[in-house]
Each structure stands twice: as structure tokens, then as C-alpha cells.
């Protein structure tokens, strides 16, 4: 985006972010996206296009999945946002971070907290998908390196687990 | 991108005002699934973006024998409420395959309408469901029959200051069904090559369709209600014979163009299969409707 004059004044957002009440002050044509990683500084929320077809940049928006550089950041005023930094306990890994890690379903990366944080939202609505189900909810985000069977594998693997 | 300001009005009168105050430098705002993009593309500058998920008439999902859709609701809204899925399969068609989970979570049928492409999956449906666009401006509302509201690729009859606050869909008819289907060369995340919604109703003896419409997608500069072909199927026996026979009329209202997704030719090849298709599906539910 780029960072003309700015005669529009920033507006104060106040939202709960991983189980924690924050507020910050964004731009109001910014993105959720941008907001999230270059005013609150949680970086895990990677941006790959930018336009929505990806999903890299995945995160929980009141308990729904959204693509955050297509969400404003001043609309998520009072709502609930989860990233992928709220994924983890405090000590170990997210059942599915675990399973990415055995099942090698990750190479570069950059797609890895876009697809944790829908799969999460997949097992929480539906705890043992069947691999159609997952190739599906999977559909809106991309992976350039995997050919995807590993994630989806390791997507089945934390279901058979929990 | 032009810097813009966001609003956020609580009223349809307050949304309104601030889009007549700026003309065509803003622009209502829904899921932002098209709006965004198209803004960093740089199709065009804005200076207000006017949030209307907190205008209680564009979010509300009514159903009453009748379906109104707000503008503003979510696709995931639609296909998870199972009474509007049971009563409405064809509009569910569509909705649940615009886009990804993510996509569902945010666009509406409400913006697929007023974005006007051509190859939208939300409005052929809309059309053979005689679905009527609530419009409100400064003067007041008025309603427009969803087939007249698109005027070319990316153009709506929205004036200054005007914008759709609702869909109102009829209650289906005893005997009536819809369905919708595209072709895209991909399982899912693409835009259509074509796509076509057919609906019919089927007369007392089960047998004969009383009315039917087929609207076409992909295949025109709007998305098309095929008049012909829909006129053709009244009074015809509900047999594969009349779906294919419909199916090469609402061909020869295709107009489409050649690109990177397919040939004019291919395209009107889908149109036969696809209205073939969508009218034998349409049956199907029509019957379980009587």
C-alpha cells in the first residue's frame, strides 16, 4: 500500500487478539493484515497476494475465517481476532502445529499459519473431516511447495488424535 | 491507493447521506471482497467507504414464506441456516461455491449483485427465483427486478447516493424448484467459463411445467435472464427431450465473448449442457416441493 499524505486521521481500534484486549490506532483504509503485523507487530499473519485468492494471510475474525488483507482493520473494532500466535499453550505446540511438524507438511512456510489457523477452524466445527471435506474447507488457500497431500494428512492425523 | 475514510452508520438514512454527499468517491461497503481489490488494482479512487454491516435492514436474514436477504449478509449465513438451505436449495448452490471458506465468511449476495460482473454465480439464481433488488436513495426506496439491475460489466442502476439495502425473494410456488451450476476447469476457486440457473414449476398433474426461467452467467456483458428459452418451457411436458430442446433456445440468447477462460464457441456448448442439466436438477426438486 502505498503511504501517500494523509489527510484522513487515523482512527482507534479496541479489539480482543488472541484472548487479550488491545487497541491500536490504524489508518482507516488500512488492512487488517498490515495492521497486524506492522502496528501490533505479530508478524505470523504472512501476506502472499494480498487480494484474496491465497489465504496466507488467514486469521479468526469472531470465530469465522477470513482473509485479513480483505478485512479493514478499523471494522474489527470491538470484535474478536485470533491468529496463529494465539494457537500454542503456553508450553508445546497446537495439536495441528504438531502434526504439520511429524507429517512434513510444510517446506517454505509462508503458507503454514494461513492453513493451521483454518484447519483448526475446520476440527472445532467438525472433528473428524473426511479427506473431501478437508481438500475443500482447505480450498481457499494455496500451497506452492507440498502438493498438499502432506497437509492434508497431517490435517487427518490431529483429527484422529483428538 | 487513495487514502479513504471509513465509516460506519448505524441507520440507512445516515449510509444515504454520506454516499449522495460523495457522489462517486464512495462506495457502500459490505464483505470487501471485490471492493478492496478492485481499489488496489486501481480501477478507481475512493474517499469514503461506507460499512453497512451495522444498518440493521442490509444484515438481517428473514425468513417468511418469503426470503429477505440483507445486503450485507454473509454466504455463510445463508447455506448454514438450515430452514433457508431446505426452502431455497437453488440460491444455496451458489452461495456455498463463490469463492473459498474465507470468501463465504465475508461476500454477499448482495455485493455479487451490485459488483455486476458478468460471470457472478450469485445473480443467475436470483433471477429464476424472480428476486426483487430493495433500493434506497434520497428519494426514497424503490424495487428493481434483480435481471434489470446489471447495465454492463461492472455497472448498476445505483444512482447518487443510492444503494441496495435487501433481496427479496418470493416464496417458492407448491411445484417449484431451482438450481444452479457453472463450469470452471478447477474443483473449486475459479470463476465460471459459464454457469446457468434454471427454475420451473410444475402444473397440478405433476407432469407439465406451468413456468419455467433460466438466467445464463459468463456468456453476455451482464448476466442474462434468457426470455425465449424460459417463455419455451411453458405448457411442456418436464422430459429430457424439452431440457435439451431449452437448452439449444437459451443458446441462441448467449452472446458471448472469447478469453483466456474459454471460446465463444465452448461457452455456447455449456449453455446447452448446463441448462440441461440445472432444468433436470430443477425437476428433481420441484418434485419433492409438490
Known amino acids: 500500500m502505498t503511504q501517500q499524505e494523509t489527510p484522513v486521521r487515523k482512527v482507534p481500534v479496541a479489539c480482543t487478539l488472541n484472548g487479550q484486549e488491545t487497541e491500536f490506532l490504524a489508518a482507516p483504509y488500512q488492512s ?20 484474496g485468492n491465497c489465504g496466507a494471510c488467514t486469521v479468526s475474525l469472531d470465530g469465522r475465517i477470513v482473509d485479513s488483507c480483505l478485512v479493514l482493520a478499523a471494522e474489527v473494532d470491538g470484535k474478536s481476532v485470533d491468529t496463529i500466535e494465539g494457537m500454542a499453550p503456553p508450553h508445546g505446540l497446537h495439536p495441528l502445529q ?20 483454518a484447519a483448526r477452524a475446520l476440527l472445532e466445527r467438525e472433528p473428524h473431516p ?21 497437509i492434508v494428512r497431517a490435517v487427518q492425523s490431529a483429527a484422529d488424535k483428538t | 491507493m487513495h487514502p479513504f475514510t471509513y465509516v460506519a452508520p448505524r441507520t440507512l438514512d445516515e449510509a444515504v447521506a454520506v454516499l449522495e ?13 471485490d471492493v478492496l481489490v478492485q481499489l488496489r488494482g486501481g480501477r478507481f479512487d475512493l474517499d469514503a467507504i461506507v460499512d453497512l454491516k451495522g444498518v440493521p435492514e442490509a444484515t438481517t436474514l428473514d425468513l417468511n414464506g418469503s426470503l429477505r436477504i440483507g445486503a450485507a449478509v454473509p454466504c455463510y449465513r445463508i447455506y448454514e441456516d438450515s430452514a433457508v438451505a431446505a426452502a431455497f436449495p437453488g440460491l444455496i448452490d451458489a452461495a456455498s461455491l463463490i469463492g473459498g471458506i474465507q470468501i463465504q465468511s465475508r461476500a454477499s449476495l448482495g455485493g455479487n449483485l451490485c459488483n455486476a460482473s458478468p460471470s457472478a454465480d450469485g445473480i443467475c439464481p436470483l433471477i429464476v427465483h424472480s428476486t426483487v433488488a430493495v433500493v434506497q436513495g434520497p428519494q426514497g426506496e424503490r424495487r428493481v427486478p434483480v435481471e434489470e439491475f446489471c447495465t454492463a460489466p461492472g455497472a448498476n442502476v445505483l444512482g447518487r447516493g443510492e444503494l441496495l439495502v435487501a433481496l ?39 407432469a407439465t411445467i406451468a413456468s419455467g426461467r433460466i438466467a445464463l452467467a459468463a456468456v453476455g456483458p451482464t448476466p442474462l435472464f434468457a426470455a425465449k428459452a424460459s417463455a419455451f418451457l411453458a405448457g411442456k411436458p418436464a422430459t429430457p427431450e424439452t431440457f435439451a430442446e431449452a437448452g439449444e433456445i437459451a443458446s441462441t440468447e448467449a452472446t458471448p465473448i472469447g478469453d483466456m477462460r474459454g471460446t465463444a464457441e465452448h461457452r455456447i456448448e455449456l449453455v446447452k449442457v448446463l441448462t440441461r442439466r440445472t432444468l433436470a436438477i430443477a425437476l428433481g426438486r420441484a418434485q419433492s416441493n409438490r
Not at chain 1, 503485523?37 to 499473519?45: A, D, I, K, N, P
Open chain 1, 32 to 51: 487488517l493484515l498490515e495492521a497486524l503485523r506492522e502496528v501490533v507487530g505479530l508478524t505470523g499473519t504472512k501476506e502472499g497476494c494480498n487480494d
Open chain 1, 98 to 117: 504438531q502434526a504439520f511438524l511429524e507429517e512434513a507438511a510444510l517446506q517454505c512456510g509462508i503458507c503454514t499459519p494461513g492453513f493451521l489457523v
Open chain 1, 130 to 150: 473426511d479427506e473431501h471435506r478437508i481438500r475443500l474447507w482447505l480450498a481457499g488457500n494455496l500451497c506452492r511447495c507440498t502438493g498438499y497431500d502432506k
Open chain 2, 21 to 33: 454527499q460523495h457522489g462517486e468517491r464512495a462506495r457502500p461497503f459490505a464483505g470487501g471482497t
Open chain 2, 168 to 206: 427479496e425473494v418470493p416464496a417458492p410456488d407448491k411445484g417449484f424448484g431451482a438450481a444452479y451450476q457453472r463450469f470452471i476447469p478447477r474443483n473449486e476457486m475459479d470463476i465460471a467459463v459459464a454457469g446457468v440457473a434454471s427454475a420451473l414449476t410444475l402444473g397440478e398433474d405433476g
